[in-house]
């Protein structure tokens, strides 16, 4: 099950923070001297550190479930005066139920999730300056509460600054229903926002006026919020929108608003009631997305020409758990993009088909199928007969050496006699007689040269008279359960 860690990874983005490290040096902070020498306090041998667990050489200070309150007065004295700065601090699972205003200090990473916070003071994080991560998630906090001034920076002058610093806020886990228009006009650099698993239900103006005003923003997280779509131009003003997560909600076409998200690169989709990916509701050009991932709709059952034609840098394409998905359909993926003889395709490496409901899969689907360095075609129920020509006598084989572990469920649904065998096997029953390797191909070879011509040469004769150059499905004529006859036609030219 490893080969599939991927796609469930993906599903799983929603609220886990992405840590960001920055690169930058903070040296000139600990230079900054208070007016009154104090002494320098050495934290490791502070009650603090009794109290918490503190990691000097990662710079981490973990109280997560160890404080009854807030940090008290002394504690703060320790981190202000002591011999290091903590970079990252945890306060998480400490039951707090509010945020003061904090004193200074040069975190970079404080988390606050898992408490029940459900009020803010105004300007909380004004004396954090250097704060560039900030986790509120698993909390209260309500749309009454999250007011913009709750995120002022320090007083400078006749003004307040922003927090220029802050590029991650994770709000998933609250009780939020909507957003103030100018929640983020105190930090306008977010880069990574994180909405996941509040009941917005709609996204409405004022929610989408905050959201479409971070021009940083790289990535979102709009994932189980009860929502229907997302409103068109919410995309408008993060020009470099690179990741954005919208699993688990109530869609059923795709967003309109993704026309707008032209840089993407990571695009999940997962758990939404799509039904089908046909004639409007096919994917708009998103000429950077490598990764797709669309796993566990339940009611999707087809993807039409064109539906991915338009996203010509996939990489990475994850279809896994959609029980319903029978049909895919050949020109779902190529593009012509020349007017000329040859298709596009995007350049594939992984393609994840667990688990659906798909029993034919079109060589013309993908032209280098040998490219992929996976592909998970377990647990469907495949028709082993000459539908399959190409997955029975080709594909299989390249899968089971490429990843032997992908081979072993590909197991055919029909007909009936074949029902729970494996492909591999059904394919490998027909070149018995030519032991393995090499030497299928030396088989192959004599029986080229002598059998086919007398044997099989009227046979292939009928079938181009009757059905043209292409092959199709011979329902009718033989019960056969695929045909090597096929197979051999592609080394006769
Ligand atoms: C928070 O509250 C719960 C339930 O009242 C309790 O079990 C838990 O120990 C508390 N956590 C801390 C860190 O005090
Ligand atoms: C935090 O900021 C407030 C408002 O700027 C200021 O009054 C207060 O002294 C600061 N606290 C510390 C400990 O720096
Ligand atoms: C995509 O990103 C590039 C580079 O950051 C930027 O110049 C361009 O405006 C973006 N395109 C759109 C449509 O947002
Ligand atoms: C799977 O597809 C077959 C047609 O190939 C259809 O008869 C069957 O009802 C489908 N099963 C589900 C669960 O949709
Ligand atoms: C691509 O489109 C052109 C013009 O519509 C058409 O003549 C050509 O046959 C198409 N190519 C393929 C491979 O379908
Ligand atoms: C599948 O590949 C393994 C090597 O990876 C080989 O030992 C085995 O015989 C193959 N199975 C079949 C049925 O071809």
New binding site residues.
Partial sequence: MNLTKSATLAAAICCIVLIQVSGQSQDDATTTKPETPKEIIKVKESKLCKKCDCYLDSNLLDCSEKLKDWLSAEDWEVLTNGDVVFKTINLEHNNLTSVPILPKYDVENLYLANNQIDSIAVGAFQNLTKLITLDLSHNRLTSKVLVPDVFKGPYTEQDFEALVNLKTLNLGYNDLHSLDADLFEHIPYIEELVLCSNSFHVIDRLSETAISGLQSLKILDVSYMEIEDLPDTILHGP??LDILIAAGNLFTQLPKALK?A??LTSLVLNENPIESLIGDNVFPPLTKLTHLSMTFMTKMYKIGPGALSELQSLTELILSDNKLLNEIDEEALSKNVTGGQYLDYPPLEKVYLNNCNVSTLPKQLLVRWDKLKALDLRFNPWNCDDSNDYLINVLIDQVNKTTPVLAKDVQCGSPTKLKDVTVLRVANEHMVESSTGSLIWVGLLVVLLIAVPTVVGAYVMKRRGCFGVFRRHDSGASSALYNRTSFNEDFHI
Avoid: F, K
Wanted: net charge positive; charged share 60%; proline share 0%.
């Fill in positions: 020009r470099d707008r032209t840089n």
